[in-house]
């Protein structure tokens, strides 16, 4: 899996987002040990940047942000076709002050009985 690259400046010139980068790519066990005799692993690679003078950012994985996920609840909170089948409820406070959303999925119209 090649690593995910944002630039600051291709986003402004060309409205990219993230794309995947690099060259030889390498991901292995190494002799660095955990407990239970498990390796650590470790991910090499080759990158060329295309702009001087550039900020650029580097993931594993494409990110998902706090934002990201309200939108998309809001979102399916409001779509007819699951509206009466979710039901979203504050669980609890993250240790950033965000609320940690619950939610709950069921046929709402069947009796509290078999929502269980």
């Known amino acids: 899996m090649k690593p995910l690259l944002y630039s600051e400046i291709d986003a402004q010139r060309y409205n990219r987002g993230w794309i995947r980068c690099g060259q030889d790519v390498c991901y292995y066990a190494n002799s660095m040990k955990r407990k ?3 390796h650590y692993y470790t991910l090499t690679f080759s990158l060329y940047f295309n702009n001087d003078y550039d900020t650029v950012y580097l993931a594993h ?12 609840l809001n979102k399916i909170e409001q779509d007819p076709r699951s509206k009466d089948k979710l039901q979203r409820k504050t669980l609890c406070q993250t240790l950033a002050g965000n609320p940690c959303d619950m939610l709950t999925i069921t046929n709402f119209s069947d009796p509290p009985e078999k929502q269980k």
């Open 61 to 72: 994985s494409y990110p998902y942000t706090y934002s990201d996920l309200m939108r998309y």
């Open 36 to 38: 239970g005799a498990f």
